[in-house]
């Protein structure tokens, strides 16, 4: 009798190790990473600015007065049913870039900025405001895509819009900031859609169970990115079952395979 209750805790065992290493095939990031080569990803990665983005511009020089005309701010008193724009105390006026790729800047007028990386930008507004300044002004610019952010849907447990503050997230840091996929997301099948500069959208699955994944071009998030987690068949079958069902199946199929097993070796 022993013989048979050991020959039972032996099977149950083995059916539970083969469940579990299933699943941790299936969930397991960046699986062959001793084999991949990673220096495909050597580079630092820098946003482009695009149509539709918010900049916020702030011009800084020694002497406060002369980069007034260059700071515009939104007071929060309504002149004539609107907002006014001055330079003194407020909120620091923001710029949207039109379809075009421009943004009217005070002073100025129109620059281009669209597909410029942040430094770019900044050093094409100093150059256009340089002139305007006494020789021994050395004006500082700076540039903050305001409006950067990302979404991510699907099979994760915090979906959401991410705000992206330093204007550089990676695909990994956008799931980590939604709470990492649940146990039903597809790790190999993870589905971006990217709008272009022309308003155009493309598409790419990346998988995350491949190391390869920090060698892609995508592997970095741009603005209005939206990432989807695509929930695996076993979510999609129980979709209509509730999850204290599905474990209550779950176990009544693993206590039927015992059993069944169980009266075989009894048999003999």
């Given at each position: 009798?022993?013989?048979?209750?050991?020959?039972?805790?032996?099977?149950?065992?083995?059916?539970?190790?083969?469940?579990?290493?299933?699943?941790?095939?299936?969930?397991?990031?960046?699986?062959?990473?001793?084999?991949?080569?990673?220096?495909?990803?050597r580079?630092?990665?820098?946003a482009?600015?695009?149509?539709?983005?918010?900049?916020?511009?702030?011009?800084?020089?020694s002497?406060?007065?002369?980069?007034?005309?260059f700071?515009?701010?939104?007071?929060?008193?309504?002149?004539?049913?609107?907002?006014?724009?001055?330079?003194?105390?407020?909120?620091?006026?923001?710029?949207?870039v039109?379809?075009?790729?421009?943004?009217?800047?005070?002073?100025?007028?129109?620059?281009?900025?669209?597909g410029?990386?942040?430094?770019?930008?900044?050093?094409?507004?100093?150059?256009?405001?340089?002139?305007?300044?006494?020789?021994?002004?050395?004006?500082?610019?700076?540039?903050?895509?305001?409006?950067?952010?990302?979404?991510?849907?699907?099979?994760?447990?915090?979906?959401?819009?991410?705000?992206?503050?330093?204007?550089?997230?990676?695909?990994?840091?956008?799931?980590?900031?939604?709470?990492?996929?649940?146990?039903?997301?597809?790790?190999?099948?993870?589905?971006?859609?990217?709008?272009?500069?022309?308003?155009?959208?493309?598409?790419?699955?990346?998988?995350?169970?491949?190391?390869?994944?920090?060698?892609?071009?995508?592997?970095?998030?741009?603005?209005?990115?939206?990432?989807?987690?695509?929930?695996?068949?076993?979510?999609?079958?129980?979709?209509?079952?509730?999850?204290?069902?599905?474990?209550?199946?779950?176990?009544?199929?693993?206590?039927?395979?015992?059993?069944?097993?169980?009266?075989?070796?009894?048999?003999?």
């Amino acid at each position: 009798m022993k013989k048979h209750l050991l020959s039972v805790v032996f099977a149950t065992l083995i059916i539970i190790g083969l469940g579990s290493c299933g699943s941790s095939k299936n969930v397991t990031y960046f699986q062959n990473i001793d084999d991949v080569s990673l220096a495909a990803s050597r580079g630092l990665f820098d946003a482009t600015i695009m149509p539709k983005d918010m900049l916020t511009i702030t011009v800084n020089t020694s002497n406060p007065d002369a980069a007034k005309p260059f700071n515009l701010v939104v007071s929060s008193e309504m002149v004539n049913n609107k907002l006014s724009y001055s330079s003194g105390q407020g909120t620091l006026l923001q710029y949207l870039v039109d379809n075009d790729g421009f943004i009217n800047f005070p002073v100025i007028g129109k620059i281009h900025v669209a597909g410029l990386t942040k430094t770019e930008c900044e050093d094409l507004i100093k150059s256009k405001i340089q002139p305007y300044l006494a020789r021994t002004e050395n004006p500082v610019v700076t540039v903050r895509m305001s409006s950067y952010r990302v979404t991510v849907t699907g099979e994760v447990n915090r979906p959401g819009v991410i705000p992206v503050a330093s204007e550089k997230m990676s695909i990994i840091e956008a799931l980590a900031q939604a709470g990492d996929l649940t146990i039903y997301g597809l790790r190999d099948n993870i589905c971006l859609i990217r709008t272009d500069s022309q308003g155009e959208k493309h598409y790419v699955r990346l998988n995350l169970n491949d190391a390869n994944i920090f060698n892609s071009p995508y592997y970095y998030v741009q603005q209005d990115d939206i990432i989807y987690v695509e929930p695996n068949k076993v979510k999609a079958k129980n979709s209509g079952i509730g999850t204290s069902t599905t474990i209550w199946f779950s176990f009544i199929s693993i206590a039927t395979s015992v059993a069944s097993l169980l009266v075989n070796i009894l048999r003999d």
